[in-house]
């Protein structure tokens, strides 16, 4: 969604700040909805202020590239398509490297396999399950 979402004329930008919700979206494609269509102009505003403090903020303490990263991996986790894409082009323009992408990429998988885990263990506890009993963990991680 990020890279769809249209300036606001009144809003002050830099010349590296990407498209940020306003209260009048743009169509994403001919014939198509507006990104952000159903939300009200006023919540519009508010996540586009939301945005723009989280990733343009002087105050901000991770550089771009590392916050692009981030992003990546929690859009991928939260399945939003066009963060992933948005994100994706960001971070590619902040010098990111392919290794750096992927290794990220690999990290969201990661820690969805997990929360997978935890899901099926908290449902095993409440059922009281245990189809395969072992002692321990059956992997080691190596520090």
């Known amino acids: 969604m990020d890279s769809k979402m249209a300036k606001q004329p009144d809003q002050k930008t830099t010349a590296s ?4 919700p306003s209260s009048n979206p743009q169509p994403q494609a001919p014939g198509k909805p507006a990104s952000y269509s159903m939300m009200e102009p006023k919540m519009r505003r508010i996540y586009g202020e ?16 590392t916050q692009e990263l981030i992003s990546i991996a929690a859009s991928l986790v939260a399945k939003c398509q066009g963060c992933i894409e948005g994100h994706l082009k960001k971070a590619m323009a ?10 990220t990429i ?6 969805n396999a997990a929360a997978i885990i935890d899901l099926t263990d908290i449902a095993a506890n409440n059922l009281e399950i ?7 963990p059956r992997f080691k991680v190596n520090k």
């Open 130 to 136: 245990n189809h395969f009993p072992s002692e321990g």
């Open 50 to 65: 939301f945005y723009r403090e989280i990733y343009f903020s002087e105050a901000k303490h991770l550089d771009t590239k």
């Open 94 to 103: 902040a010098g990111a490297t392919e290794e750096e992408i992927s290794e």
């Open 17 to 20: 700040e990407p498209d940020v």
């Open 106 to 111: 690999c990290i969201a998988a990661a820690i």
